[in-house]
């Protein structure tokens, strides 16, 4: 049943003309379909560790983050030579505003310098950048104009979609899409998973295939909880400025492995003991 | 002398003696149409006009060229069109509406002096430095007119002033007593009024951007900084010396030379293919924005993406807060799709830009509304007293310190009070006179008319038509609840 409801989504996502290039061949990779396909199509990134780098360094946190940009643009470069479509990264969630003042402050600045640093780079290499959340007030005002800016200029690529999750919580985007669906006046008895999905924000993306959450963590951590329903996920123990693009793509041979085995057990995860 | 008959004959002049008609596609002032010095030269004669205590007052006090240049801009060029266009009957009639909308200007300035938009010496003056202006621009690009065109273009400015004034008496029927009379008022009656002050000092530097470079703002603000200082200093060494020094203006080194290598520059365009310098094209496609469903908006639209995104880079790699922003979305947003009090006070309600709601504001809504639908009485008048009776209903609900009009601050205090029932009459007046042909609903000719687009995809039409309901919940949810993007926009909050 619910599977049914997954491939009416990529049906509509597939047939939007212009927004979805890189479907690349047919059947998708839905669980347990045996059309495996060689690269999975949506990689998101749960970027954990930052913070424990630093403090394994004697670092303040904040040197953690710093080193933390190399290896965001060393992804965003072996995804795109791999063929991945689609790549999320989680660079903050709503639950990160607890965090210290201090360093909070910090990140925005760092990324408010990382994004202006790499815009053009990222628009020479034809990678159309978006971001998913950035609702909070407390983002400073300069920062969400960068972002704005950054989708603006990026919006017509049509290279690999980088989705930046920043102030993003999975629940709050459901309960958005809810209230944007009961504004629409949509009847109960009409709202399906197809439909549902629409009210979401960027629709067009579609499921997560594969999550790479570094650090050996293993929790969601309210990341894009409609999208991940179906998704692999591998738990490097790498700390996530230690890793690179050889790293990332051993979690691709990973996903490769499992989607083969029909969601069996991953043999080769990348420094994985569990 | 044949030019002399010209202009001694002022009442009767729609055909001097050489036959050729004064107004129409051959007169001397369709050459100047499109011509770029007449850009130059317009400035020019508004500030030599703006001199004028008694204009200077008016223009403060009613114009909406500080906060909406673009669409004042497109309505005066419209209007001199048909003032000089060759049909008699438009000519009358734009005419009879000029003098209806001047009629309703009067009011005293800063120190008491009263003025009225119907003095006959006043409007004559505006008809002098228009005519003036056009012999000084070519004067200065090093082209000089010979004595015949520049009768002939005298005699044209007389038949304007006389189709609208009814006779040109007020201006010296012959060009040789012209230059006198000129330099009389220039030496005698012009002032440094605020109004002068303002167009040359502040309008070019906070001109807001039109339709077309909405989406460019950090271009556009780029353009206007560098644009604007040399668009004042070129119109302040082109004024008439006896002006400047009363007025106080700077002479600065090199300002004169900037002007007439300006002028001249402008002047070279004369060398370019007949027909490619259009003014009217210009103006159309500067008001062009991407909603409209004119055929050239979808290049306007890849063009403004195209902006936004140079623009956007532009930002981005500038270095690190080192740009301001224009329009600050402030954290205290009110939900999508809506502008803040300050927001909506600032681009609709402050139509006359001069940072209080008064009369004139609403005023300037209601000219903008039945210049639009081009409106006869007894249509305007009942518009106009809708929005007076609003008027009157904003000032006993807003006007909170007594002062006869409302601050920025009044309306943030009451802005959701704003719906009472003066304002819905302006909506069901405003759905009368759209619905010319007294059918009950708007269709999409009378669409078209109002909001210069056709009917928009979401509208609650039914069967093609816009219905009073739906008519008058639109009109008030763009007033009162501040919604954008909606066909108002365009019409009353774009520059």
């Known amino acids: 049943m619910t599977d049914h409801g997954v491939r009416?989504?990529?049906?509509?996502?597939?047939?939007?003309?212009?927004?979805?290039?890189?479907?690349?061949?047919?059947?998708?990779?839905?669980?347990?379909?045996?059309?495996?396909?060689?690269?999975?199509?949506?990689?998101?990134?749960?970027?954990?560790?930052?913070?424990?780098?630093?403090?394994?360094?004697?670092?303040?946190?904040?040197?953690?983050?710093?080193?933390?940009?190399?290896?965001?643009?060393?992804?965003?470069?072996?995804?795109r030579s791999a063929g991945v479509g689609w790549l999320s990264l989680y660079a903050f969630s709503?639950?990160?505003?607890?965090?210290?003042?201090?360093?909070?402050?910090?990140?925005?600045?760092?990324?408010?310098?990382?994004?202006?640093?790499?815009?053009?780079?990222?628009?020479?290499?034809?990678?159309?950048?978006?971001?998913?959340?950035?609702?909070?007030?407390?983002?400073?005002?300069?920062?969400?104009?960068?972002?704005?800016?950054?989708?603006?200029?990026?919006?017509?690529?049509?290279?690999?979609?980088?989705?930046?999750?920043?102030?993003h919580g999975g629940r709050r985007d459901i309960v958005e899409a809810a209230r944007s669906l009961i504004r629409?006046?949509?009847?109960?008895?009409?709202?399906?998973?197809r439909l549902f999905a629409e009210h979401l924000p960027w629709p067009d993306t579609p499921d997560v295939d594969l999550v790479i959450r570094t650090s050996g963590e293993q929790r969601i951590?309210?990341?894009?909880?409609?999208?991940?329903?179906?998704?692999?996920?591998?738990?490097?123990?790498?700390?996530?400025?230690?890793?690179?693009?050889?790293?990332?793509?051993?979690?691709?041979?990973?996903?490769?492995?499992?989607?083969r085995r029909f969601g069996g057990l991953p043999h080769q995860t990348n420094g994985d003991a569990r | 002398m044949r030019t002399g008959t010209t202009g001694a004959n002022p009442r009767?002049?729609?055909?001097?003696?050489?036959?050729?008609?004064?107004?129409?596609?051959?007169?001397?002032?369709?050459?100047?149409?499109?011509?770029?010095r007449w850009a130059l030269a317009v400035i020019r004669a508004t500030v030599l006009e703006a001199a004028h205590p008694q204009i200077g007052a008016a223009l403060i006090d009613n114009s909406t060229f500080v906060a909406h240049p673009w669409r004042r801009l497109r309505n005066t060029f419209l209007s001199m069109r048909r003032m000089f266009g060759a049909d008699p009957a438009v000519r009358e009639r734009e005419a009879a509406r000029l003098n209806r909308l001047h009629a309703r200007m009067s009011g005293s300035d800063s120190r008491g002096r009263a003025y009225d938009a119907m003095d006959r010496a006043t409007r004559a003056w505006v008809v002098a430095t228009l005519f003036e202006s056009a012999v000084t621009m070519c004067r200065l690009s090093g082209q000089p007119l010979d004595q015949d065109t520049m009768e002939r273009i005298y005699a044209e400015y007389l038949a304007f002033l006389a189709a609208l004034d009814g006779d040109a008496e007020e201006l010296p029927a012959t060009l040789h007593d012209f230059w006198p009379y000129f330099d009389r008022v220039v030496e005698h009656e012009l002032e440094n009024t605020e109004a002068a002050r303002v167009i040359l000092y502040r309008l070019f530097d906070h001109l807001p951007a039109p339709a077309l470079f909405d989406g460019a703002p950090t271009l556009w603000a780029a353009g206007r900084a560098v644009a604007g200082p040399v668009l004042g200093a070129i119109t302040v060494a082109s004024l008439p010396e006896p002006y400047r020094?009363?007025?106080?203006?700077?002479?600065?080194?090199?300002?004169?030379?900037?002007?007439?290598?300006?002028?001249?520059?402008?002047?070279?365009?004369?060398?370019?293919?007949?027909?490619?310098?259009?003014?009217?094209?210009?103006?159309?496609?500067?008001?062009?924005?991407?909603?409209?469903?004119?055929?050239?908006?979808?290049?306007?639209?890849?063009?403004?993406?195209?902006?936004?995104?140079?623009?956007?880079?532009?930002?981005?790699?500038?270095?690190?807060?080192?740009?301001?922003?224009?329009?600050p979305a402030s954290a205290a947003d009110p939900g999508e799709g809506r502008r803040s009090a300050g927001e909506f006070f600032h681009q609709v309600l402050d139509q006359t830009g001069d940072g209080h709601l008064d009369w004139p504001d609403l005023a300037a809504m209601a000219r903008e509304l039945s210049t639009r639908l081009d409106l006869d009485e007894p249509e305007e008048t009942r518009l106009y007293d809708a929005f007076a009776a609003w008027w009157r209903e904003l000032q006993t609900a807003l006007d909170t310190d007594g002062d006869g009009r409302v601050s920025a601050d009044e309306y943030a205090a009451a802005a959701p009070s704003l719906a009472g029932p003066a304002l819905i009459r302006v909506a069901d007046v405003l759905f009368d006179v759209t619905d010319k042909d007294g059918s009950g609903t708007i269709d999409a000719e009378e669409h078209q008319a109002l909001f210069r687009t056709a009917f928009h995809r979401d509208l609650t039409t039914t069967d093609g038509t816009y219905g009073r309901s739906a008519f008058v919940s639109d009109f008030l949810s763009f007033m009162s609840a501040r919604r954008t993007s909606t066909p108002y926009d365009p019409l009353l909050a774009e520059a």
């Open chain 1, 8 to 79: 009416d989504g990529r049906a509509v996502t597939a047939d939007r003309p212009g927004r979805e290039r890189r479907s690349d061949g047919p059947g998708g990779q839905r669980p347990g379909d045996g059309a495996a396909r060689a690269v999975p199509r949506h990689v998101a990134c749960v970027m954990d560790g930052n913070g424990r780098w630093a403090e394994r360094r004697s670092l303040p946190r904040t040197a953690g983050h710093n080193a933390a940009e190399a290896t965001v643009i060393d992804i965003i470069e072996a995804a």
């Open chain 1, 94 to 167: 709503t639950e990160n505003w607890n965090r210290p003042g201090a360093e909070v402050d910090h990140l925005m600045r760092l990324v408010r310098r990382v994004v202006r640093k790499h815009a053009p780079l990222l628009l020479a290499r034809g990678i159309r950048c978006r971001f998913l959340g950035v609702a909070d007030p407390r983002i400073p005002r300069d920062l969400a104009r960068d972002f704005e800016d950054l989708t603006t200029l990026t919006g017509d690529n049509r290279g690999m979609t980088l989705t930046v999750a920043f102030d």
């Open chain 1, 184 to 193: 629409s006046g949509t009847p109960a008895d009409e709202v399906t998973e």
């Open chain 1, 221 to 259: 951590s309210n990341f894009m909880l409609w999208k991940v329903a179906y998704a692999e996920w591998v738990f490097p123990e790498l700390l996530w400025p230690d890793f690179r693009a050889p790293d990332f793509l051993a979690c691709l041979h990973t996903y490769r492995d499992r989607d």
């Open chain 2, 12 to 36: 009767d002049t729609t055909r001097p003696a050489d036959g050729t008609p004064v107004f129409g596609p051959d007169s001397q002032f369709h050459a100047f149409f499109d011509d770029p």
């Open chain 2, 245 to 327: 020094r009363r007025a106080g203006l700077p002479e600065m080194p090199g300002a004169q030379t900037l002007m007439r290598g300006a002028y001249l520059a402008a002047g070279l365009a004369r060398f370019l293919p007949e027909g490619w310098l259009n003014a009217e094209s210009v103006i159309e496609v500067l008001s062009l924005s991407p909603a409209s469903d004119d055929p050239r908006s979808r290049t306007v639209a890849a063009l403004r993406g195209r902006m936004k995104r140079a623009s956007a880079l532009l930002r981005l790699i500038g270095p690190l807060g080192g740009v301001p922003h224009p329009a």
